[in-house]
């Protein structure tokens, strides 16, 4: 069995918004071959602990992060950090799908202009292309790359956001519930696309769907009240778990 490179350690990790703690002591490692899905009930804790991997939580007024999380060994929340730098690398895909009301092209060519990634036009045109067509958008889109990217459809608007995360090149992609928000079909085409982006980049899925945790990952996180409860191989947590909470969720005694 070939060693899993570890790309994100979490330590100790509490949340809280204000007065009330969202997350009590999580410790988890995010390895890079794999993709983790963090399952779980509805406010339980799950896109509050993602948030904390590319800081997001850094948006909300009364959020404060208590523990150790590390990129690469390197602290993300050491003040000599620089927060735009690490949501380059640590990309985040939203649950409703959110382009900028510009045009397909500029959605994804906006990202690699601003971190200066482009030599020249023809470097960004590459960049564009080659970003579409991992996220599985190329062929839909190739004839159409000046229409508005809000006038694609739910499938494609989120695929459209996932070429725009890959498009600055990032080491971690952060999914947030990505296919709630879609219809089978799409939410097909983009679990097919996780298949294919696993291993080039980290990937971590919140999903409130266990059939898709145990369609799209290899392991598996699973948060109550804040906790984390169990994490391991998703085989296991789904046949095997070692935690009776885990079992219950899993068989659908509460949820």
Not at 40 to 45: F, I, K, L, R, V
Not at 98 to 118: C, Q, T
Request: proline share 4%; glycine share 8%.
């Amino acid at each position: 069995m070939t060693e899993q490179i570890l790309k994100i350690t979490a330590r100790n990790v509490n949340v809280f918004y204000g007065a009330k703690q969202a997350i009590n002591d999580v410790s988890i490692d995010v390895d890079q071959d794999n993709v983790t899905a963090f399952i779980g009930p509805s406010g339980c804790g799950k896109s509050t602990f993602l948030r904390t991997l590319n800081r997001m939580n850094d948006t909300v007024a009364s959020a404060r992060v208590e523990g150790d999380i590390r990129l690469d060994g390197e602290d993300i929340y050491a003040s000599s950090m620089d927060v735009v730098q690490l949501r380059a690398r640590v990309g985040m895909v939203f649950q409703k799908p959110n382009p900028f009301p510009k045009s397909i092209y500029e959605n994804v060519a906006y990202g690699p202009r601003i971190h200066g990634l482009a030599g020249s036009k023809a470097n960004l045109d590459g960049i564009v292309e080659q970003s579409l067509r991992r996220a599985g958008l190329w062929d839909e889109v190739k004839d159409r790359l000046s229409e508005s990217g809000t006038a694609l459809s739910g499938g494609q608007q989120q695929r459209l956001c996932i070429a725009r995360a890959i498009a600055v090149d990032p080491e971690v992609i952060l999914m947030d519930e990505p296919c709630s928000a879609l219809d089978p079909i799409a939410t097909a085409k983009i679990e097919e696309l996780i298949h294919e982006l696993r291993g080039r980049y980290a990937i971590v899925i919140v999903t409130h769907n266990m059939q898709q945790a145990a369609r799209v990952s290899q392991k598996t996180a699973f948060f109550h009240l804040g906790t984390l409860v169990e994490y391991g191989a998703t085989s296991d947590i789904f046949t095997n778990p070692r935690q009776e909470r885990t079992k219950d969720y899993i068989t659908g005694r509460y949820g």
